[in-house]
């Protein structure tokens, strides 16, 4: 079954960086876009980035264009997402995503905390 697994989250302060990753098995993952979502307290779940199969195309949330990263190991059948610059506004519980049809697969999330 496909199983999504995210680390990497955590405390840091206004300015630090984070690298996500999000361990993916029970599908052929090379084949397969990826993508990472966050949720804010009160907030609807938005999309923060995503990227192709291969690897060779990627798309960011205008809030986040210039700071984040998306990348994938397709060898290590893992996504990360290098967030750098990080701000208060970037708090949330970040979730990786698979789609296969019409059904969506959602890791457990891992927060992430931008705080002094």
């Known amino acids: 079954q496909v199983q999504l697994v995210e680390s990497g989250g955590g405390l840091v302060q206004p300015g630090g960086s984070l690298r996500l990753s999000c361990a993916a098995s029970g599908f052929t993952f090379r084949y397969s876009n990826m993508f990472w979502y966050r949720q804010a307290p009160g907030k609807e779940r938005e999309l923060v980035a995503s990227i192709s199969g291969g690897g060779g195309s990627t798309t960011y949330a205008d809030s986040v264009k210039g700071r984040f990263t998306i990348s994938r190991d397709n060898a290590k059948n893992t996504v990360y997402l290098q967030m750098n610059s990080l701000k208060p506004e970037d708090t949330a519980v970040y979730y990786c995503?698979?789609?296969?049809?019409?059904?969506?697969?959602w890791g457990q999330g891992t927060q992430v905390t931008v705080s002094s």
């Open positions: 995503k698979k789609v296969s049809g019409s059904y969506a697969y």
